[in-house]
DNA sequence: ATTTAATTTTGTATTAATTTCAATTTTATT
DNA sequence: AATAAAATTGAAATTAATACAAAATTAAAT
């Protein structure tokens, strides 16, 4: 894992989204930040153990459904069974490769929900999900058909 | 339960979709054509338990599982623990109110994934689900602040 | 520093949607 | 009617997520 943060910029982090900073805290924001992949929790969970070994999958999804609160990580719902969680909670769409299971991020305008259908309504969040084959599985297929 | 369509017209409407019609596909078919609340699983065998007394959740769900492949419905994964089915495979939106449950459809622009990180992705799905509080329950809201 | 209170973490048990799969039933074919 | 193919059932397994009480850790108070 690249070591890009200090402890200190960690803890600054959560304190400035209200979290106090527990040594798990630290170690899930830390995975999170250096690894841009939309884990599961239990991604998170097997990266972690071998650094706290008393780790608790339980602590894993208190902590996650903590930063979710607190607006620090996004859930991804993408036809999985399990959830995916996003420390990017900038407005993007999230495109899910059926071949590899990547999931990358792409910019969205986010006036697609300016529709006349939507007044009245308050919005808290949206979710755009693409699913399909990704650039580099697709490139590996039209290889080989070629061959 | 609305009865808009026929039998001959429910079974059509399968064999153009290449399946076979059984009794249990028109059935559920039935509901989904009437029914667009975008049921779950659970929603339809509670719906149709009382016409086909011998019916099995196993059933509702290899006849879901054949109704996607086949087009006929696409799965929502609404952030919650269960799958929503929609009968409208329209480029459509949805909205899952927060306090009362519902979902409501929305129009969208399909150029919205027209960006260039998406180049060479093959798009086979695309999902836009918002959430929040629906144009009804955030009206009941307002009264009660208002009295 | 020690006691007390508050918070965090753990581990086990539970829940519930979905899947698996073999057996049964139904439908189609010869 | 007999046989083959397809659809349906029901029970068991799977598994992500949750609930919750006990244990451990941290913070506050004396």
């Known amino acids: 894992m690249k070591m890009t943060y200090t402890i200190v910029e960690l803890r600054d982090y959560l304190k400035r989204h209200d979290i106090k900073p527990s040594t798990i805290r630290i170690k899930v924001l830390e995975y999170l930040l ?24 339980t602590s894993v999804y208190n902590t996650l459904e903590l930063f979710m609160k607190k607006g620090v990580v996004n859930a991804l719902s993408l036809k999985e069974k399990e959830l ?8 993007h769409g999230h495109f899910r490769c059926e071949i590899c ?23 808290r969040n949206v979710d755009i999900n693409v699913y399909g084959i990704c650039k580099k599985c697709n490139e590996k297929i039209k290889n080989k058909e070629e061959k």
């Open 101 to 123: 299971g990547n999931v990358y991020d792409f910019p969205v305008s986010e006036k697609i929900i300016a529709v006349e259908e939507l007044k009245g309504f308050v919005i």
């Open 84 to 91: 995916r969680y996003d420390i990017n909670t900038y407005f």
């Open 34 to 57: 250096n690894n841009r992949i939309h884990p599961t929790a239990d991604d998170i969970y097997q990266s972690l153990i071998n650094d706290i070994p008393t780790l608790s999958k």
